[in-house]
């Protein structure tokens, strides 16, 4: 089973600031990694899949990139709807798939 | 667009089955592999495993031994089944629909407690 380990644990900015969430995994995902942002009370929702396309609807401040074991999610200009926590998902080999425990962004 | 509903008891004894249906409209149950997820309070996600309308199912490891994934298409449903629960079941469960190993669709979920 892939691990998959987020960090920081916890991420406090400020809006219009940039965040930088990262995520890596206990052997190579290739580019087979995404994204979901889940807000309280809610279901995640995907932002980004293959490492760096974002999916239909998700805005262009919310990039994704790396390869391989480490990857980066970063969101350009927080706004106020973007405080949530966010997941890493891997996809390459599975069963299972795994995801990460989780970057809570916090104002 | 997907749309999926969790439905089921909030509360199982501890040794008994857990069983939860997902009621899925707006689009063709024959195009999704059909998907549970799990949230224990306060932590992170954790894949159970999915059906797929072929009959193909594949089921997390860890849960293999005691969970049934089904789909019945003629109501564009499908269920899961835990045996043996305890309390690290307690959970909010998730159906979702995956294509291409992306979970683009999801319930509102269904929190379940397992004690006695």
């Known amino acids: 089973e892939i691990l998959m380990t987020q960090s920081p644990a916890t991420l406090s900015v400020s809006p219009g600031e940039r965040a930088t969430l990262s995520c890596r995994a206990s052997?190579?995902?290739?580019?087979?990694l995404a994204w979901y942002q889940q807000k309280p009370g809610q279901a995640p929702r995907l932002l980004i899949y293959g490492a760096s396309t974002r999916a239909t609807g998700i805005p262009a401040r919310f990039s994704g990139s790396g390869s391989g074991t480490d990857f980066t999610l970063t969101i350009s200009s927080l706004q106020s709807e973007d405080f949530a926590v966010y997941y890493c998902?891997?996809?390459?080999?599975?069963?299972?798939?795994?995801f990460g425990q989780g970057t809570k962004l916090e104002i | 667009q997907v749309q999926l509903q969790e439905s089921g008891p909030g509360l199982v004894k501890p040794s008994e089955t857990l069983s939860l249906t997902c009621s899925v409209s707006?689009?063709?149950?024959?195009?999704?592999?059909w998907t549970w997820i799990r949230q224990p309070p306060g932590k992170g996600l954790e894949w159970i495993g999915y059906?797929?309308?072929?009959?193909?199912?594949n089921y997390n490891p860890s849960l293999k031994s005691r969970v049934t994934i089904s789909l019945d298409t003629s109501k564009n449903q499908f269920s899961l089944s835990l045996s043996s629960v305890t309390a690290a079941d307690t959970a909010l469960y998730y159906c979702?629909?995956?294509?291409?190993?992306?979970?683009?669709?999801w319930g509102q979920g269904a929190l379940v407690t397992v004690s006695s």
């Open positions: 052997q190579s995902v290739s580019s087979n």
């Open positions: 707006g689009d063709s149950i024959f195009n999704y592999h």
């Open positions: 998902q891997q996809y390459n080999n599975w069963p299972p798939y795994t």
């Open positions: 979702a629909s995956s294509l291409d190993h992306l979970f683009d669709y």
């Open positions: 059906v797929h309308y072929s009959g193909s199912t």
